[in-house]
C-alpha cells in the first residue's frame, strides 16, 4: 500500500502566485496518514463491513467505518474519523481532525483511482517547512496505472494542489 504515494520530491508545490506552499505536504501528509492507519487496521481482516477505533501513530484516535471488497482489486468505500490523529513523515508533522471519506480501488501493483474528501478537515502543526493552523474542505484525486508514478490532484482549503 505504501506504494500507492507519489514521491517526496514531488511536494515542491506552488500555491496560486507562485509562493511556496504547505498545501501539497499537508495532502500528503494526510493520504501518508491514511495509508498507514489502513495498513495498521484493516490489512488482513475480512472484506465487507468495517468498523474500527484505533489510536493514531503519534497520539489522538481515529474511528474507521465503511466497506472493502477484494476483486481484481482492493475496493475501498471508508470514513475515518479522525480526533487529533497525529502523524510524521519527512515532510510534515500534524494532527488532524474531522471525518475523511476515502474512496476507490487499487491494487498493489501501483494501479489506483483513490479520491479523498472531508468538509471540514483540521490540519495543525507543521508541513513542508510552514506552520499550519487550518480547518477546511479536502477534494483530491490520488490517481496511477502500474508501474507509473502516481499524481494527486483538487483542493485543500479552497486552493488547487497538484503533484
Sequence with gaps: MRRLLPALALLA??????????????????LDSLVFLYDQNLIGRPVGGQDSTADCPLGGTVHITGTTAETESAVIDLVFDMDACANTGSDYDLAFTGAVAWAGSFKPTGYKALSATADPLRADGEAGGFDVDETCALAVTDRGEDGEVSTVSGEWCGRDVAF
Excluded: I, K, N, R
Design 13 to 30: 508545490a506552488c500555491a496560486d502566485g507562485g509562493e511556496p506552499s504547505s498545501d501539497a505536504a499537508v495532502v500528503y501528509g494526510l
